[in-house]
């Protein structure tokens, strides 16, 4: 009998709980470990910093649906991870022994990269639900207090979709209570173009992005080092393509959302030889870690190297589909060690993403997501908008369920020529 233990119950541990519990045997034990009660649906988080979403309809309580599942459920922060003693140590004190340890611990916000960033300084996050509500509250005073607003995302960003998405969606809601004309909107992004999204861009999402921040009023700064924030001040360098500054901008708001750089949290980045410099795990393509080979990871937390060198420095973003692809991966591979025989699954990464903005969306498909790829689209359209409502609902549910990758799923997907796994990775860094 084995013990397999999930560490975090996001986008990509708690898909990875149920397909392991599908996958494998009775006789093994599987136990999730979160530091919060529920699963949050991260992607709308947008929608709860502008009052258009509460917590509990994008949470789920996770002890119930784990419990009918049969999988262990332990509500505490894991502090330490002693990787040769094949154990971890909770916050509570307690120690939990494993065989095989996933990480799925996301991305530790690190807004102490910019002084003055962040929930504790001067601008808001919607990286987590409880972020996004303090922003909801902050966006409640500016509607009693009309003034400019930043939005954008800072060096080492590698998630700038939700930037796009809620620069928007507020400009959306705005427009939608007739007030847009009193908001001036800056957005503000380390990319080393609009588009670029740390992926080098998909499809023409410079031409699209570009035209659609013109067409919305939003004035944007590119290859944009924030280097500093104070009340109502944001400082940004703009670079050139040397690296060096072009112009010193000063931008003044009442509201500002920015991403911070992304970490691997400190439990994770503390492990010798488990991560790279700034704290991501490191994983062959079989999602393992080199070192220790009955650790893997899926998810934000996995070390990828950025696509290309740019001015200000940004990560490639580890999406929702391309987490889930890790996820599938580590399960047949876990099973596969189970039986005696060698892991030889490798997830897709293959990325679909539909981005909202308020009232229309841009859809991607980059199959990789890494480039070189064999597919590559971005549209825009109002069915976009109408496609991310549905697919919050369908993947909450799921979550619910426990019923991770149901069978027209897979064949609807299969139709469009995206599929999770194959046996050697092609055409990503893996
Ligand atoms: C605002 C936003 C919107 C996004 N929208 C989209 C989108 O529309 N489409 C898309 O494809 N991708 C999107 N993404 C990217 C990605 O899909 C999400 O970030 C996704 O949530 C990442 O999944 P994850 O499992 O890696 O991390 P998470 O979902 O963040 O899960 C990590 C879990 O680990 C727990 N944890 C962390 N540390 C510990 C510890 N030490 N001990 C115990 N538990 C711990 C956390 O509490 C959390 O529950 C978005 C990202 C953001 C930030």
Not at 151 to 158: H, L, T, V, Y
Not at 281 to 306: H, L, T, W
Request: hydrophobic content about 40%; some cysteine; glycine content about 10%.
């Amino acid at each position: 009998m084995a013990h397999i233990v999930i560490m975090g119950a996001g986008v990509g541990g708690l898909p990875c709980a149920y397909e392991m519990r599908e996958a494998l045997g009775k006789e093994h034990q599987i136990t999730i470990i979160n530091n919060r009660d529920h699963f949050q649906f991260t992607p709308s988080n947008p929608w709860v910093a502008v009052g258009w979403r509460d917590q509990k309809s994008i949470s789920v309580p996770l002890s119930p649906v784990l419990k009918k599942k049969n999988i262990g459920f332990i509500e505490d922060t894991v502090t330490s991870i002693e990787a040769d003693d094949n154990q971890l140590t909770l916050a509570g004190g307690d120690k939990v022994a494993y065989d095989y340890l996933v990480i799925a611990t996301g991305p530790r916000l690190a807004f102490e990269e910019v002084e003055g960033s962040g929930p504790d300084g001067h601008t808001t996050s919607i990286c987590t639900t409880e972020h996004a509500l303090e922003a909801y509250e902050e966006y409640k005073k500016l509607l009693e207090n009309p003034g400019p607003i930043v939005i954008g995302a800072m060096p080492f960003a590698s998630c700038f979709g939700p930037a796009y998405e809620f620069a928007f969606i507020l400009d959306c809601a705005l427009r939608k209570a007739g007030v847009r004309n009193k908001y001036p909107m800056t957005f503000v992004t380390s990319e080393p173009y609009i588009g670029h999204l740390g992926l080098g861009g998909v499809g023409d999402s410079k031409g699209m992005l570009e035209s659609d921040l013109r067409n919305h009023d939003i004035k944007f700064i590119t290859n944009a080092k924030t280097t500093k924030v104070e009340a109502g001040k944001l400082f940004a360098d703009e670079l050139d393509l040397n690296g060096d500054v072009k112009k010193q901008h000063e931008v003044e708001f009442t509201y500002a959302m920015m991403l911070p750089a992304f970490k691997g949290v400190d439990a994770v980045a503390n492990v010798e030889g488990l991560c790279n410099p700034r704290g991501f795990v490191m994983i062959d393509e079989y999602q393992r870690n080199p070192k220790y080979q009955n650790i893997f990871s899926a998810g934000v937390c996995v070390a990828i190297p950025p696509v290309e060198a740019t001015p200000v420095p940004t990560g490639a973003p580890k999406t929702g589909y391309m987490i889930e692809t890790m996820a599938t991966a580590i399960v047949h591979n876990i099973a596969h060690e189970l039986k005696g025989e060698k892991p030889e699954t490798c997830g897709t990464w293959n990325a679909i993403c539909l981005a909202d903005m308020g009232d229309t969306g841009a859809a991607f498909v980059a199959l990789p997501q890494i480039p070189p790829r064999n597919v590559t689209w971005f549209k825009k359209g109002k069915w976009v908008h109408q496609a991310k409502i549905g697919f919050e609902k369908y993947f909450i549910r799921k979550m619910k369920k426990g019923n991770t990758d149901p069978l027209y799923e897979r064949f609807i997907l299969k139709a469009l020529g995206i599929t999770k796994l194959e046996k050697q990775k092609t055409g990503t860094n893996g």
